[in-house]
């Protein structure tokens, strides 16, 4: 079984488990979002291909299609981070302000 640095919950909901990582959100042909330790945004850089060159710059794959996540791509997706904020990545609003906006300031 391999470790993951991040839980799924719910049918659209991901929490981010370890600091030291940075999560790549990947769904489908949307624009790809970055979870770490200090709050989320656009990824901008390459995404690794394989699990050993994500790991070596510190990084996780989350392909919310693939069926270990939630098995489909989502419009709506929900993310607990390490800032303790839990975020709401929409993504029939891309490119506007609510695109990635912050759903509850302290979650826990």
């Known amino acids: 079984m391999i470790d993951k640095?991040?839980?799924t919950?719910?049918?659209n909901t991901i929490i981010h488990k370890n600091k030291k990582i940075d999560l790549l959100i990947v769904n489908g042909i949307h624009p790809v979002v970055v979870v770490s330790n200090v709050g989320m945004g656009?990824?901008?850089g390459i995404i690794p291909k394989k699990r050993s060159e994500a790991?070596?710059?510190y990084q996780e794959v989350v392909d919310?299609?693939?069926a270990e996540v939630f098995g489909e791509e989502k419009t709506l997706i929900f993310v607990q981070a390490l800032d303790n904020k839990?975020?709401?990545i929409d993504y029939s609003k891309i490119g506007s302000a609510n695109f990635i906006k912050?759903?509850?300031e302290n979650y826990i």
Do not use: P
Request: charged content about 25%.
């Open 5 to 7: 640095n991040y839980i």
């Open 9 to 11: 919950s719910g049918r």
């Open 42 to 44: 656009l990824y901008t």
């Open 55 to 57: 790991k070596k710059a």
């Open 64 to 66: 919310v299609s693939m």
């Open 86 to 88: 839990e975020y709401k």
């Open 102 to 104: 912050v759903h509850q």
